[in-house]
């Protein structure tokens, strides 16, 4: 954001408290609608810009008309990724954000920004991902979807069904407690730790699945693993490939996205973050980000909000 410096005493103007009051917000619904930080700040970047030209005694709704320049400006983001991404390398990944823990015990938050839901909006349509985080994660009337999208609300009403069927089809079948998933996690890093087969087997659903991201920059695999005996040997193959490099892996457990996650460190640089969908309390899948552009928000806590 770009507004003027100020002293500690002099109180913020109206449009710039407006925005500070809503910041959060809108860069969760911005950073749902991409799955790229770095394009959600940019996002707001340009709200800020659109916003301050904007004659406030003419808006009723600050909270509104803010929501609806953020989703404008991100759909414009979104129809163009649509498109890069296409040429991407390999697997692509959201890009992960360290929450405070507490974001893990808000449930609907929680899911929403979750690695294995962010994967299934990628499936819709720009206007069809609009329609459904803002009308399901977030709870904005179809009026005002409609005014951001212009659109009718008829028509809004026909994508938001649409929508809703497609991910319903797709989405997790469970969403494991935070709890659960990070006992899950424990034994699996545990299994990684000590180079047991078995352990790590014990943990991986049968049917696991790995999708690994790397961008093109780090080796990964560049389709998704199917099965619990190919990604268990897939993982010890890339610890066998670091070992013989004589570099040192050490993991930490954090949360991210919501959700209890590992981090992976090769000396003092992270070399990736690992997530995972947990269903009957075994690893159903697992999403491995090393690409190095989407690891830079794993340093400090990234404030996250439904309202």
């Known amino acids: 954001m770009a507004e003027h410096r100020r002293t500690p005493a002099e109180p913020l103007d109206p449009a710039t408290a407006a925005f500070v009051a809503h910041r959060n917000l809108l860069f969760t619904v911005a950073y749902e609608l991409l799955g790229s930080a770095a394009d959600a700040e940019d996002v707001l970047q340009e709200t800020w810009l659109r916003w301050v030209m904007v004659e406030l005694d003419q808006v009723r709704d600050p909270r509104a008309y803010l929501v609806r320049i953020t989703t404008r400006q991100a759909l414009n983001r979104l129809r163009a990724a649509k498109q890069l991404r296409e040429s991407y390398v390999g697997e692509w990944l959201p890009e992960p954000l360290l929450t405070a823990p507490d974001v893990a015990e808000e449930v609907e938050l929680a899911e929403s920004v979750s690695m294995a839901l962010m994967l299934v909006l990628e499936t819709l349509r720009p206007t069809e991902r609009a ?68 352990a ?30 190919k990604v268990a040997r897939f993982l010890f193959g890339a610890l066998d490939k670091v070992e013989r490099l004589g570099q040192r892996l050490t993991v930490s457990s954090a949360t991210v996205n919501g959700s209890p996650a590992l981090l992976l460190r090769l000396g003092a640089e992270y070399d990736g973050m690992l997530a995972a969908r947990v269903e009957g309390g075994r690893i159903a899948g697992l999403y491995y980000v090393r690409n190095p552009e989407k690891l830079s928000h794993l340093e400090l806590e990234t404030p996250l909000t439904l309202h």
């Open 200 to 229: 790590l087997l014990d943990v991986l659903a049968p049917d696991a699945v790995l999708i690994a991201d790397g961008g093109g920059v780090r080796q990964s695999a560049m389709r998704p693993v199917v099965g619990a005996d």
């Open 131 to 198: 329609v459904f985080v803002l009308r399901e994660v977030f709870d904005v009337g179809y009026d005002e979807i409609a005014t951001a999208i212009d659109k009718t609300p008829a028509a809004v009403r026909q994508i938001a069904h649409r929508a809703r069927q497609h991910v319903r089809a797709r989405r997790p079948r469970e969403v494991a407690s935070p709890r659960e998933t990070r006992a899950a996690l424990e034994s699996f890093q545990h299994a990684i730790e000590t180079g047991e087969l078995q």
